[in-house]
């Protein structure tokens, strides 16, 4: 059965500074994965996916995300974070024979402080 | 134009009632589903529909009861609430194969 771990729970970072967020999946075909967004009080926003081909993919709000097989990890990455991307992210992958049975991570809360 | 949109966003009622929320979607998908989003934040699938025809039917109690009149609208109908169905419930929509779109939430608080 698939599995997606996230293995922070809570991450604080600088206004400006690096983020990256850790994802690992347990599945035994190729993956699909996906990256989502929860900002407070809404509902869940896309922020990238990853299907086949180039591993590292770009997605909105200048998040990117590397798929690296060798380790089963999808983190996602972005290199300058602003006040707004405080919010509740999740990895998630679903199997194709039973397609958008997502199987979501634990999530990761993030929190910028100035 | 709101893609996935459901109704009512807050639901605060007492136990033994039954509610309904709505989802519409507007993206002319095929498939909708229904997640739950528990107290930890946690998701989980409950139903999808493809075309009218239920899909996927996670473990969840016959108390709940998806509808779906045609492919754009899907609601969920609980009967007999209980404290434990206190959860934020999500509908999403999305093609075979393509990202799913989610709508913006239903908080169900039951007292």
């Known amino acids: 059965a698939q599995s997606v771990t996230q293995p922070d729970i809570h991450i604080t970072v600088s206004e400006g500074a690096s983020l990256e967020l850790r994802c690992n999946y347990s599945?035994?075909?190729?993956?699909?994965l996906f990256w989502y967004v929860q900002s407070p009080g809404q509902g869940l926003q896309l922020l990238l996916k990853y299907f086949s081909g180039d591993t590292l993919v770009q997605g909105i709000k200048g998040f990117e995300a590397e798929f690296k097989r060798s380790q089963s990890s999808f983190n996602l990455r972005k290199p300058s974070v602003h006040w707004s991307d405080a919010a509740e992210y999740f990895c998630?992958?679903?199997?194709?024979?039973?397609?958008?049975?997502?199987?979501f991570g634990a999530g990761t809360q993030v929190v910028v402080t100035p | 134009d709101t893609a996935v949109s459901q109704t009512p966003k807050y639901l605060v009622t007492q136990m033994g009632n039954d509610k309904s929320i709505k989802c519409e979607q507007n993206?002319?998908?095929?498939?909708m589903y229904w997640y739950k989003q528990d107290s930890k934040k946690f998701l989980k699938i409950m139903f999808s529909?493809?075309?009218?025809?239920?899909?996927i039917n996670e473990t969840v109690p016959n108390r709940f009861s998806p509808k779906s009149p045609d492919k754009a609208h899907l609601n969920l109908h609980i009967n007999s609430l209980e404290l434990g169905d206190s959860a934020v419930y999500f509908c999403?929509?999305?093609?075979?194969?393509?990202?799913?779109?989610f709508g913006n939430g239903t908080r169900l608080t039951v007292t």
């Open positions: 998630a992958s679903t199997p194709t024979d039973s397609w958008g049975k997502l199987q």
């Open positions: 529909y493809n075309n009218k025809e239920l899909i």
């Open positions: 999403a929509s999305s093609r075979q194969g393509s990202p799913l779109h």
């Open positions: 599945y035994g075909a190729t993956p699909y």
């Open positions: 993206l002319g998908h095929d498939t």
